[in-house]
Each structure stands twice: as C-alpha cells, then as structure tokens.
C-alpha cells in the first residue's frame, strides 16, 4: 500500500512565513521527515510525494535522507486541490492507498485506528474523524449509528455543523478507480472536487467508514499553530543533550532541554526548559531562554536577551532584545533594546490581520510574525500581532504600530509617525546610518 503526501498546495494565510509548511524544521528536522518516520512506525514504506514545481528538489533532498523507505515523485503543476493531486498521480497508484496532509500534526495512534479499521471492517474507504469541543474552520462529518459517513460538509457556518467530527485528511481508499470516477463527475465552483466525490460515493451506497481518534492533532493554518506543534514535539521528547555543548560552569539548565551539535553556552545564561537549541548556536552572557522556545541553528542569542515561548528560524542574531511569543524567520537581526510586545493592557485576545479582516489567535499573549531576512534597529519596539514582510527593516527608536510590507524600511518620525519606501534587495548591504544601528 502506499501513502500519498499532498506537498503540491500553497498556503495564503501564513505570511510573512514563506516557506511551505511541512518544510518547517522542529528538533532539527523538516516537519516532512517527522511525518515520513511516523509513517514508517506504523509499518508503511512506499510513499508518493506530490508536489509543485518550486518545492520538488527540497522534498526529493529530504527523502534522499531518509532510509528504509521507498519513494516516487510527482509534480502537480497548479494548486488545485486534493482531487486534482491524486490524477496527477494516477499512474503510479495502486487500487488501495493511504492519504495524508503533511500540514497536520497527529500521533502514531491515527495510523495505527486507520490500519486496525482497514483489516477487521470490510468498507470502501476509511477516514479518520476528529472530536473538537469547539468551532474549527474545516469539514465536518455527519455519520450514522455505525460510524459510516452519511455527509461531508465544508466549512459549516459557525452553530451550523452536522456534530462534533471534524475531518483528518488521514484517508485510506481501497477502490481508487471508483474515486477517480467519481471525482471526474463531481460539478463545484469550490476546492472541494475530492469531499464532493465521497459525498456522491456515500449516496451510492458505497460504505465509508469514519475511525474515531482522539489523541493529538494540531493542523497549521496560521503563523501562530507553529507554536502548537513546537508545544507537542518538546513534550514528547526525551531530553538530550549532545555531548560537544561547551557550557560554563556558572550557567544555569534546567528542566527538559535538547540542544544540538556545537552549542555554546556562556557565563551566567540561563535555559530554562523545555527548550530546544539547534546546533552551532551561542547562548550569550546573562541571557534568559524560557520555557517552549525553539531556536534554531546557528543563531547568536547575545547578552541580556529574554527569549520567551518563541520560534525561531536558523541564523538569527540577538543583542540586549525582549522576543516574546513570536514566530520569526531565517536570518533575521535584533538590535540592542528591540522589543517584541506580547500582551495587551486590556488583556484580550490578540488578533492578526489578514486583508481586512481580523483573525483572533485565541491567544492572550501573542507577539509578532517576522518573515526571513528582516533587522531592526536599536531600541524599536513591535506591538502585539503584528506582521513584517520578509527583507525589511524596522529602524531605530521606531515603535511599529502596524504590519509591514516585504521590502520596506520604516524610520522613526516624531514617535508613531511612520516613513515607508523600499528597499534593496537582502543581498544588497545595508547602510548603517539608513539602518538605525544593528547594536551588534
């Protein structure tokens, strides 16, 4: 049997964030690494990688790191959805396969439900069904006494749902070709070809049988669900600690902590886990890491810098900066005295805008999202949620009070009062006067 990954989709709501989800790293590797091995527990080896044109040499350089397994690629040329992922494959499908959303975190127990249903229950396909005790932006399942799908409805208004079944695109098909014809006569003006196709095998009578699963499941929609699968990954390891980590004596680790090859760590920093380090990164002096931060490889967190429950990407740098509840990007500077806002005086959920409309994060404390290749200047300050494009600068003493576009400068005139025109490139140096300082 093999598991079809669906790497082919584009995902619109996670700017400033660029890079594609499921190449995200968590502990030192991809999130599609960790998703493969999990696979590769539950006793599957041949896999199907779907993916598009720009992603494709990534993905077939993560499999080429992963043994024990067998892998065949296939490239969808334009995102358009599920169903269209599987025709592009059809050709290296057998009749019975497993699909999975590499965006969706869930345990080895998922796979495990998936495969006991599939081999004692006798039905045409098998879905995992998800029990959420409040509102979720996605397909709902209506079944029968017998846990057998009656309906898929996408993304019910809100008090509207069929139940409580939220669907995990963790599927098992045994007769693929009746999917495709189904899929083939499916009409919609929505990216629901594939819900639609079982919707019509079901009033067929053709038998899907819905697997409940309740253990983890964390899917990434927003900027702000990294923090959920940084949460998972951290609570579920095992400390570890590589034997090269150079740390002074007068250094403080405590709790959980996994630190990678080549750390170092200074003079009256403190690591407070769980946390984890990726390697050739340098925690500096009097420096403060706090619980649920990821930070990546090869980052300098320099002197008195507080890092609190943030990701980070690799080759960030550090100095004298508050960096709270944030998600940040690769190569990304902090002049001395940068700060992140984390919490709103009135205490409220802080939200996050996308086009016109304000997404809330359902979080209390919440700081920014900052795309790759972006500095700040000394002693600015970033309000609660907001988002800075990839390659821009937000200058000295400058308090931001709004996002950012990608490549845009903003200095600081007269407190709030915001200049904004473009800049070069991140290849291009950066004038230290223009700047405001990196404080380095």
């Known amino acids: 049997m093999k598991v079809v990954f669906l790497c082919g989709g584009v995902g619109k709501r996670m700017f400033p964030i660029t890079e594609d989800k499921f190449l995200l790293d968590f502990m030192g590797k991809p999130l599609l690494e960790h998703q493969v091995e999990l696979a590769r527990k539950a006793g599957l080896r041949n896999f199907v990688m779907v993916g598009n044109p720009t992603n494709m040499q990534h993905i077939k350089q993560i499999a080429g790191s992963i043994p024990g397994a067998e892998f065949e690629f296939v490239i969808q040329s334009q995102p358009l959805g599920i169903a269209d992922a599987l025709k592009s494959a059809a050709n290296i499908l057998d009749s019975a396969i497993i699909v999975v959303n590499p965006n969706d975190v869930f345990d080895g127990a998922a796979y495990l439900a998936l495969l006991d249903a ?45 139940g409580n079944l939220v ?19 499916v009409k919609t003006t929505r990216d629901d070809v594939y819900e639609c196709a079982m919707d019509g095998m079901v009033r067929h009578a053709y038998k899907i049988k819905v697997v409940r699963y309740n253990g983890f499941w964390a899917p990434i929609k927003y900027p702000w669900h990294i923090f959920d699968i940084v949460r998972y990954f951290l609570d579920s390891s095992e400390g570890k600690i590589d034997p090269s980590l150079s740390i002074s004596d007068r250094a403080t680790l405590s709790g959980k902590v996994i630190i990678g090859e080549n750390v170092r760590i200074l003079e009256s ?5 769980p946390v984890y380090i990726g390697h050739d990164t340098v925690i500096g002096n009097n420096a403060l890491i706090r619980e649920y931060s990821h930070i990546g490889a090869n980052c ?125 490139t991140q290849s291009a140096p950066v004038k230290q006067d223009e700047a405001g300082g990196q404080g380095h």
């Open 118 to 162: 599939y081999r004692s229950q006798k039905a045409t396909s098998y879905i995992i069904g998800y029990e959420v005790s409040q509102y979720f932006p996605g397909g709902y399942l209506a079944v029968n006494g017998d846990n057998e799908l009656t309906q898929i409805v996408e993304k019910p208004e809100p008090g509207t749902e069929p």
């Open 167 to 185: 669907n995990i695109l963790l599927h098992l098909h045994t007769d693929l070709n009746r999917l495709y014809e189904y899929i083939d006569i």
């Open 269 to 273: 920093a403190v690591v407070r886990g």
């Open 300 to 424: 300098v967190v320099g002197f008195s810098t507080e890092i609190k429950g943030t990701y980070t990407g690799d080759d960030c740098w550090f100095h004298s900066s508050y960096i709270g509840d944030s998600i940040i990007g690769n190569r990304c500077s902090f002049g001395a005295g940068s700060v992140t806002a984390n919490f709103r005086f009135d205490r409220a959920f802080i939200p996050v805008k996308y086009g016109e409309q304000r997404v809330s994060t359902g979080r209390d404390h919440f700081g920014a999202i900052i795309g790759d290749d972006c500095k700040t200047g000394i002693n600015s300050g970033i309000l609660p949620g907001r988002k800075i494009g990839p390659n821009s600068i937000v200058g000295s003493h400058v308090c931001l009070a709004g996002d950012l576009e990608p490549d845009t400068i903003v200095l600081n005139q007269s407190g709030y009062q915001h200049i904004k025109k473009p800049i070069a």
